[in-house]
Structures are given as C-alpha cells and as structure tokens.
C-alpha cells in the first residue's frame, strides 16, 4: 500500500478505525459542510479561470499577497508544478513523502535520496540534505516531517536554504502538515527570498481528502509555474472552502491545539508498552516496534483497523515501523488495548 487510508475494501469507509491516514477526526467541521453545500448553486457553471477570488482568500488566510499564491487542486498539485522548475535533479530526505521522488521522475529529473535519520535521532536539515550540494538542484524537506513527524525551526530551514541559494538551487518546503505547528512556519520568507518555494494542503486540519484543496506559494517563479495548470483545476467546492476559510482561522488553530493534547496523550500511552515514538509536531506518530509489524498489522486489521506500514519510505524500509495517525481520545484508548493484544498474541505464536 503506498499510501494510507484505503477504506474502499470490504463493505466501505463506515467498517474501519483508519489509523493509517492522519485526518482531522470525524471529517470537515460544520463551517466547511455548509460552504460545501452552498457551492451546489455553482456545479452548473464552470469555476473562475483566473481564481482571482480564490487567491484573495488564500492570501488573506497565509498572510501573503494574492501574487505570492496559487490555489491548487491538493498538495499533490502543488508538488507536480514545483518540479517543472528548470533544474537537472532532485535532492530529497530519506523517509519522505512518496510523490517527490515520483513526480520528479516522471517528470525525467534525477533523484538523490539523503539520509535525515541517524538512528533515533533526527538530522538537522542543513546537515541532511546541504552538503555536496550542486548547482540546479531542487532540495525538498516537509516541515513537519512525513512520515516522521519532526518539526524544524525557521533559523533551521534558512540554513539549508542559504546552502542551497549559494548553489543556484532551490529549495520546496512542504508545509502540508504546518497547520498544527504554526510557529515554524517559513511563509513569511516568500518574497524575501526568490529561491524559496511551499507547497500546503488544507486536507488535514480540515478533513476533506476528497476535496482536493492545496496552494503553491513563491516569488518572481511563480507565474511560470501557474502557466503549467490545467484550467479550471479548482472546481467549485475547494473554492467555497478557501472563500470561508478567512473567517475560521480559530477553528483551524482550535483543531490543532486539540489534536496536540491527544497525540501526547497517545503518545504516552504507546511508550508505556515499550514502543519508540519519534517526537512529533504533526497529527501522526512514527513508532519503532523493535521487531517486524507485519504480524501486528494483520491481526489489527481481522479487527477492523488499519495502519500505515512503512515498508516503501526509503530510511525506514525495515519492517519495524508504523505510522500512525492521531485521532480523539476514545479512538486512541481503543487502539492501544488492541496493540497491547497485537503484541500478546505475536509473542506467544
């Protein structure tokens, strides 16, 4: 499974506790449901080429400048149009998010993978990915990281990028998962700096996958880039969502603040039996089981709960680990009895 949250098998979505995609917990607030539902008015017309209206609600949301942002349909969007940057070749951390190595490949460029674990412990960025850097190179970093969960600092990040603008290189920060961690955000920097790209999402922190709603932000580039969109990629309810989204800031920074007290508390509960958690800044956790999963997985899954295997992010290709999204409370003290059970039951077999 290359990526989380497959609940299409067996009789649908209502069947399964998914721990393997990290989702705002019980899907779209009502804010969202109801900008959802206004948009029907508008599935008759084709959306707004120039997305004037929607880059005004996405700048006054990010703090930018409708020049500085592009609405995109999903993160995933956002991440194809970076790679049409003129560069030779990829630098990316290993573990990370699937579609950098992918999408670049696709796209002919090559790709160099760079450690950002050592053991346990977490790699600076400029130390992970800006040495023997070479000119033309686009360096991704997901801040939070994906799959690990690890937060960097902005005078981190300007480290790397001040490695990467001496090479005529450029630097994508990934700030999918920056909702729950506003303060180490990099956003205020675009402009600033010409060689600095973020690619978002509001899939997460807003629960709406199936909306596909994500933005690219840049300087002087981002024109070029804009030019490689399909038109109308933003259909008519990712565009009631931005509209909203300006005036319910505080239920995306109130959703945050609670998915925090929950992931320390199911964090704390998964260290009590015995297992490694990575320190997290995001709404997932990455554990280090010590032994082989796949036994765990199976038995969690005869119980109707999945969970992200970990087997296709380079770094941590060792069967051991787990990632695991953070959801309320309940959910979470039901997950950890069943992988007490999980770990019971492979020890006696």
């Keep these: 499974m290359n990526h989380g949250g497959n609940v299409w098998q067996g009789s649908g979505p209502a069947e399964w506790l998914d721990y393997s995609a990290n989702i705002r917990p019980g899907g779209p607030p009502d804010w969202v449901k109801r900008a959802l539902l206004g948009a029907m008015d508008n599935v008759a017309y084709y959306p707004q080429l120039s997305?004037?209206?929607?880059?005004?609600?996405?700048?006054?949301?990010?703090?930018?400048?409708?020049?500085?942002?592009?609405?995109?349909?999903?993160?995933?969007?956002?991440?194809?149009?970076?790679?049409?940057?003129?560069?030779?070749?990829?630098?990316?951390?290993?573990?990370?998010?699937l579609e950098y190595a992918q999408l670049s490949e696709q796209g002919g460029l090559a790709v160099e993978r760079r450690p950002l674990l050592a053991g346990h412990r977490v790699l600076e960025p400029a130390e992970a990915l800006g040495a023997d850097l070479r000119e033309n190179t686009l360096v991704?970093?997901?801040?939070?990281?994906?799959?690990?969960?690890?937060?960097?600092?902005?005078?981190?990040?300007e480290a790397l990028l001040s490695a990467v603008e001496a090479k005529n290189s450029w630097l994508a920060v990934d700030e999918a998962f920056i909702h729950y961690c506003p303060e180490l955000t990099v956003i205020h920097r675009i402009g600033a700096r010409q060689r600095l790209l973020i690619t978002g999402s509001m899939t997460k922190i807003l629960g709406i996958p199936g909306v596909r709603l994500g933005y690219l932000c840049g300087g002087d580039v981002l024109p070029r880039l804009a030019a490689c969109q399909t038109p109308w990629e933003l259909n008519c309810f990712a565009e009631a969502v931005l509209l909203a989204l300006p005036d319910n800031l505080d239920d995306v920074r109130a959703e945050a603040e609670r998915s925090a007290g929950c992931r320390e508390r199911?964090?704390?509960?998964?260290?009590?039996?015995?297992?490694?958690?990575?320190?997290?800044?995001?709404?997932?956790?990455?554990?280090?089981?010590?032994?082989?999963?796949?036994?765990?997985?199976?038995?969690?899954?005869?119980k109707k709960i999945l969970v992200r295997q970990c087997m296709n992010f380079p770094g941590i290709d060792d069967g051991r680990h787990l990632r695991l999204a953070v959801k309320d409370d309940e959910s979470n003290r039901r997950f950890i009895k069943s992988i007490e059970e999980a770990m019971q039951c492979v020890e006696n077999h």
């Design 266 to 302: 199911f964090r704390a509960g998964l260290e009590e039996l015995g297992i490694f958690v990575y320190p997290s800044r995001s709404n997932f956790l990455l554990c280090d089981f010590g032994r082989e999963v796949k036994p765990m997985e199976d038995f969690l899954k005869e």
């Design 140 to 157: 991704w970093l997901c801040n939070p990281s994906n799959p690990i969960g690890a937060g960097f600092t902005p005078p981190q990040i």
């Design 51 to 97: 997305m004037e209206r929607a880059k005004n609600a996405l700048a006054a949301a990010l703090g930018l400048t409708p020049e500085q942002v592009l609405p995109t349909s999903g993160g995933i969007s956002a991440i194809s149009l970076a790679t049409r940057l003129s560069v030779d070749r990829v630098r990316i951390p290993a573990p990370a998010f």
